[in-house]
């Protein structure tokens, strides 16, 4: 889905209209979380969420975060639901051989970093990955998953988009009331540039996003993308000094027609522009339109990875022992 825009201006009518469903959406998903027991696992659990529809960064974050703990030579899986994806699993996620409309267009971009299973029971999913040898999970999209223990529980937050303007579906943006979301967080990572700042009493960790260089045959860009927040992605483009000439957003893990993809070449070859999208969107595309198409690269980057690899092993004594 696209976010109406109004989730993202202070409370007015449409919001106001509205917010007794999000009342009701936000009592109903308090209580679903709490209505079922939890379950315990034998590795850690590290989950990494977001308290938001969509375009938080918690993809991002979770490669990076798996790529610290696997510098520090843990054996990191991931798991996912794998969100529109066919497959109900539990499935490893092969690259070459899955598609987005298989898996879901996450689980790609998680399974080039580490082994990745898809599981529309998450809990199916972590004991493939106990079979298989993992030191720990990291559960995508895990904030809100009932029936599982996390050991550890990050919410990322975008700084240009927060919170919107705090209220829960359909009313704002929230997945379920922020003071319950932040009761069951135990540290945030705020990614982006100031001015949103945290308070509350969880611990922050800062990171930003690392814009790759672009080498492009034109200066001129027709970008698009099918993301949960597209202004994040056209933000960082500006910042790279790109002409912007036409922008076209998509819904949120939109699968691209072929249609859609000539209609946005015609556009490009109408303003003789390049074509340019993110790595999540290119991923989706058969190779044909893959070679056609230019990509803009992100990486996280935390300001004090060694500060927060420090608090993974206070909060998981477990991995600390592991590696005495």
Same mark, same amino acid.
């Given at each position: 889905?696209?976010?109406?825009?109004?989730?993202?201006?202070?409370?007015?009518?449409?919001?106001?209209?509205?917010?007794?469903?999000?009342?009701?959406?936000?009592?109903?998903?308090?209580?679903?979380?709490?209505?079922?027991?939890?379950?315990?696992?034998?590795?850690?659990?590290?989950?990494?969420?977001?308290?938001?529809?969509?375009?938080?960064?918690?993809?991002?974050?979770?490669?990076?975060?798996?790529?610290?703990?696997?510098?520090?030579?843990?054996?990191?899986?991931?798991?996912?639901?794998?969100?529109?994806?066919?497959?109900?699993?539990?499935?490893?996620?092969?690259?070459?051989?899955?598609?987005?409309?298989?898996?879901?267009?996450?689980?790609?971009?998680?399974?080039?970093?580490?082994?990745?299973?898809?599981?529309?029971?998450?809990?199916?999913?972590?004991?493939?990955?106990?079979?298989?040898?993992?030191?720990?999970?990291?559960?995508?999209?895990?904030?809100?998953?009932?029936?599982?223990?996390?050991?550890?529980?990050?919410?990322?937050?975008?700084?240009?988009?927060?919170?919107?303007?705090?209220?829960?579906?359909?009313?704002?943006?929230?997945?379920?009331?922020?003071?319950?979301?932040?009761?069951?967080?135990?540290?945030?990572?705020?990614?982006?540039?100031?001015?949103?700042?945290? =308070?509350? $009493? +969880?611990? #922050? !960790?800062?990171?930003?996003?690392? %814009?790759?260089?672009?080498?492009?045959? @034109? /200066? *001129?860009?027709?970008?698009?993308?099918?993301? =949960?927040? $597209? +202004?994040? #992605? !056209?933000?960082?483009?500006?910042? %790279?000094?790109?002409?912007?000439?036409? @922008? /076209? *957003?998509?819904?949120?893990?939109?699968?691209?027609?072929?249609?859609?993809?000539?209609?946005?070449?015609?556009?490009?070859?109408?303003?003789?522009?390049?074509?340019?999208?993110?790595?999540?969107?290119?991923?989706?595309?058969?190779?044909?339109?893959?070679?056609?198409?230019?990509?803009?690269?992100?990486?996280?980057?935390?300001?004090?990875?060694?500060?927060?690899?420090?608090?993974?092993?206070?909060?998981?004594?477990?991995?600390?022992?592991?590696?005495?």
């Amino acid at each position: 889905m696209k976010a109406p825009s109004f989730w993202y201006k202070a409370p007015g009518f449409l919001s106001t209209l509205l917010s007794p469903l999000g009342w009701g959406y936000g009592l109903l998903a308090s209580w679903n979380y709490s209505s079922q027991k939890p379950q315990h696992f034998s590795i850690p659990v590290i989950s990494v969420g977001n308290l938001v529809c969509g375009g938080a960064g918690k993809t991002p974050v979770a490669l990076s975060l798996a790529k610290i703990l696997q510098e520090k030579g843990f054996q990191v899986h991931f798991v996912t639901r794998g969100y529109k994806g066919r497959e109900q699993g539990p499935l490893k996620v092969n690259t070459s051989q899955h598609s987005a409309r298989d898996v879901g267009d996450e689980p790609l971009l998680l399974a080039q970093q580490a082994p990745t299973w898809v599981s529309k029971k998450r809990g199916d999913g972590i004991q493939k990955a106990i079979e298989n040898k993992a030191d720990l999970v990291i559960l995508d999209d895990g904030h809100q998953t009932k029936g599982i223990v996390k050991d550890l529980s990050f919410i990322v937050v975008d700084s240009l988009q927060g919170f919107g303007n705090g209220l829960p579906l359909p009313a704002g943006p929230l997945r379920e009331p922020l003071t319950e979301g932040l009761k069951r967080t135990h540290a945030v990572i705020l990614l982006g540039e100031p001015p949103f700042a945290m =308070g509350g $009493p +969880q611990p #922050f !960790y800062r990171a930003r996003i690392i %814009l790759q260089p672009l080498t492009l045959p @034109t /200066k *001129s860009v027709v970008a698009f993308c099918g993301i =949960g927040f $597209p +202004q994040k #992605f !056209y933000h960082s483009l500006k910042k %790279l000094k790109v002409d912007l000439v036409a @922008t /076209k *957003s998509f819904p949120d893990h939109h699968i691209y027609t072929e249609k859609d993809l000539c209609r946005l070449a015609n556009l490009a070859k109408k303003n003789k522009a390049t074509l340019l999208t993110t790595r999540k969107d290119w991923i989706k595309m058969n190779s044909s339109w893959q070679k056609q198409l230019h990509v803009s690269d992100i990486a996280v980057q935390f300001e004090d990875a060694p500060g927060l690899y420090r608090f993974i092993l206070e909060k998981i004594p477990s991995l600390k022992e592991e590696r005495a």
